[in-house]
């Protein structure tokens, strides 16, 4: 059975985006999804164009508040904003939960999002890993 992993942020236009597709990608056994607080309503074009030149785009991600998936039993939430600039939403539900902080590359250019998806494969995917044991 999969385990579920909800990758959390503010606007859900970007690096949770972006977590949720590293995850679905390469994590065996692990399914992904995410969520905003104040969700934008839109993929950054950018997040869209980096997915999908990685191959790992899918039509069915989109910006999407917590209502939509506060009734799936998560394993695991992640939040993934910089705590420096913004307020990191908070999972009402009994779930263990991580923080590994990203600079928001929304705003910049095409390289910002090539740097975000790699850290976020770098750092996040090894301890999603590691908080599934």
């Known amino acids: 059975m999969d385990k579920k992993v909800l990758v959390m ?3 859900n236009s970007c690096r ?3 977590g949720e597709a590293l995850i679905n ?3 065996e056994g692990v399914k992904a999804y995410s969520c905003g607080v104040k969700p934008s309503g839109i993929v950054n074009p950018n ?3 980096v ?3 990685n191959g790992i785009w899918d039509e069915s991600y989109h910006s999407k508040n917590l209502d939509e ?3 799936i039993p998560f394993d695991l939430v992640v939040t993934v904003c910089d705590n ?3 307020t990191c939403p908070m999972f009402p539900k009994a779930v263990k939960k991580i923080h590994v902080g990203f ?3 929304d705003g910049k250019g095409y390289d910002a999002f090539l740097k975000t998806l790699y850290e976020i494969k770098e750092i996040l995917l090894p301890k999603v890993e590691v908080a599934l044991k």
Request: glycine content about 4%.
């Open 9 to 11: 942020c503010t606007g």
């Open 16 to 18: 949770s985006i972006i």
């Open 25 to 27: 990608a390469k994590l």
């Open 47 to 49: 997040a869209k164009r």
């Open 51 to 53: 997915l999908a030149e």
């Open 69 to 71: 998936v506060i009734d």
């Open 84 to 86: 420096a600039k913004e």
């Open 103 to 105: 600079v928001d590359p």
